[in-house]
């Protein structure tokens, strides 16, 4: 199967700071998609991005196929934004990546 | 957007009992609803994908006696956790691609006593 890295697995930011989360894959893929994880479980889905770059509020994401990785970007962090988030892929079935603890501390 | 609701949010039951997850979606048709587990402070991993009128395909690992699948229509699945144990206690979750990303129930957490 695709292998999924995610970078760093733990940050701590102090609010108001940015700060860029990268996710590897190991094959070509057909879709991307970001997920921030609430303490509750829930996954939100953030951004389907096969390629290209998109961006939604303070919350941006850069896919580059060809060199297979994607970047979060995230900016003027909240205590909302902790969490955790995922990058996951579609190859022949969606691969979850290892995923990035976020702690926003006010 | 699509929306999937997953029931119960929490569970607590006793070991050796059975507990039924549903996953319905409500404003379309999912031919297709796959289940990951999560422990804790780990990823998803894909358990099974089930099939709407067709018996479900489970990732290795994964006993098929033990989490039976039913996706009986079009808009629900279920998954029901046989004989459970306390090493089954784990965040439980479903998910369906609506052809521009996949979306997710809200998960279910399962704790065996």
């Known amino acids: 199967g695709i292998q999924v890295e995610q970078s760093p697995p733990d940050l701590i930011l102090q609010e108001g700071a940015n700060s860029t989360l990268r996710c590897n894959f190991s094959d070509s893929v057909n879709n991307l998609q970001w997920f921030h994880q609430n303490p509750w479980g829930q996954l939100i889905n953030l951004f389907y991005?096969?390629?290209g770059t998109k961006q939604n509020g303070r919350l941006s994401a850069t896919t580059v196929a060809t060199e297979r990785y994607s970047l979060l970007y995230i900016s003027s962090s909240q205590t909302t934004d902790s969490g955790v988030y995922f990058c996951?892929?579609?190859?022949?079935?969606?691969?979850f990546g290892t995923g990035t603890s976020l702690t926003v501390i006010p | 957007g699509a929306v999937v609701s997953q029931h119960p949010s929490w569970v607590i039951c006793k070991s050796g009992t059975s507990v039924k997850i549903e996953c319905r979606s409500l404003d379309f048709q999912a031919t297709t609803m796959f289940w990951y587990r999560q422990f804790p402070k780990q990823s998803l991993m894909l358990m099974a994908t089930?099939?709407?009128?067709?018996?479900?395909?489970?990732e290795q690992g994964v006993e098929k006696d033990k989490f039976l699948i039913n996706h009986a229509s079009l808009t629900l699945s279920t998954l029901t956790v046989t004989s459970a144990h306390p090493e089954d206690s784990s965040f439980y979750i479903c998910?369906?691609?609506?052809?521009?990303?996949?979306?997710f129930g809200s998960g279910t957490r399962l704790t065996v006593v």
């Open positions: 089930s099939n709407e009128g067709s018996k479900a395909t489970y």
């Open positions: 996951a892929v579609v190859g022949n079935q969606f691969y």
């Open positions: 991005i096969p390629s």
């Open positions: 998910s369906t691609d609506r052809g521009y990303g996949y979306t």
